[in-house]
């Protein structure tokens, strides 16, 4: 009986947190200024594992919190930089992050 009477106030209150105790993942959305390449990689540095996106995607999902230098496909006559990122909770805006590379063509 108690638990029906408190249930209201649980709802109202929100005491539903998310857990705190999950792994940081993390979302990078990719720009690239000058061309539209047709995917990305991102490497891991403490690793040297290499990770990409499907083609014609401008995003990582579920990247773990570490250091990656991103970069992008390279298209006919055109390219992008490259760009060294450390993903951490302490840098994220709502766990995300914005990449954005300096394209080129020819």
């Not at 499907?54 to 990656?68: I, K, M, S, V």
């Not at 490259?82 to 840098?91: D, H, K, R, V, Y």
């Amino acid at each position: 009986m108690k638990l029906l009477f408190m249930l209201p106030f649980l709802v109202l209150f929100n005491f539903n947190q998310p857990n705190q105790n999950s792994t940081d993942d993390f979302t990078v959305f990719m720009e690239v200024t000058t061309y539209q390449p047709d995917g990305y990689a991102a490497k891991d540095l403490a690793t040297g594992e290499w990770i990409y996106t499907n083609r014609g995607q401008n995003f990582f999902e579920n990247l773990p919190a570490g250091t990656y230098k991103f970069t992008a496909y390279e298209g006919h006559f055109c390219g992008a930089s490259s760009e060294i990122l450390t993903l951490s909770e302490a840098n994220a805006i709502d766990g995300t992050f914005t990449v954005t590379l300096q394209g080129w063509c020819e």
